[in-house]
């Protein structure tokens, strides 16, 4: 592959040799800071928007429009906007300071392209300001805000991974963010998590390429790629993106590692459109509105119900199976 060149103006290359100039908290161009990097740990670099090299950041760095940070192994950084909204970033991790939008009757949105590893975003302020944070990745865009669409506080606490293999996951401590991709929005709320599977062949974006062009680097439309939500310990919930709200599996009752008295429990949820599923190994028969229950007898201690669930593969072909876990613990 050709490196490309990097063209900087005399005059900006001039600013950056002068002493005291190449990292005070401000950017070596022009133009507004949008955030603040703080608490830079261990191998924390940026690589500003008109530049190609990645250079050492000091805590306080000014970040502008299509600014890069970069982390290392065991390494972690933290960029604060000046609207109070706050992302973390974990290690192998890289963003790019996008953007801060302004939208027709929402206010300003803080954007950020996240092409690989991890990021936790949060804001707790109640503020009657509205405040919201957009972290676009290769198969989807993460928004969260602070406030609901009828005007009801949401301070939010967020993570979101996104691998080098394609898989993507995002978790909700508080609030409620949303994962919208062709096709798709789906809401994720307090104590939920949301993840797309690896995808075979998946190559991810080219780090070596400028900071705007991997910004604009737009998710992929991925038919058939699968979908999961689920809510730990109360709800699984498995469904395709091809068809949301038709392929549907779903665990009303009893939750993950309940305990109970009875030797007999009814395992009871929801089956529908082109999902099958089986409970140690035998087959669940839904009702004519997708219901189903089962009786299931447990041994004394930890018993695991193992549901084995099964879909059409991507483009028709072949099966997709995925198996999940219920453990139920008998007095």
Known sequence: ???RAAWIPLAALALALLPGCRESGLSLMGGEKIADLREPRQDVKVRRAHQMAWNDAPDGSGLQSYDA????????????YTDESVLRLGENTMIIVVDREQKKGSGETSVVALPSGTVEGRIDSNSERKIDIEVRTPRGWIKASNRTADGRPNPFRFKTAMGDDGAVQVTADSGEVKFVAKGIEKSVTRDQALS???????QAP?????????TDQAFKELPD????VWNTGERQIWETAAEPGVDLFLIKE???????SDEVITVRGELSGRVRAYLLDTPIQPDSQGRFAVAVRLERGANSLEFRITTPGPGGKGETTQAELLTVIRR
């Open 206 to 214: 080219d780090k070596s390429k400028g900071n705007k062009e991997l």
């Open 69 to 80: 940070v970069r982390t290392g192994a065991a390494s972690s950084g933290l960029i604060r």
């Open 254 to 260: 009893p939750r993950d590692r309940v305990m109970v």
């Open 1 to 3: 592959m050709i490196a």
């Open 196 to 202: 797309l599977p690896a995808v075979p062949g998946y």
């Open 225 to 228: 790629f699968q979908l999961r």
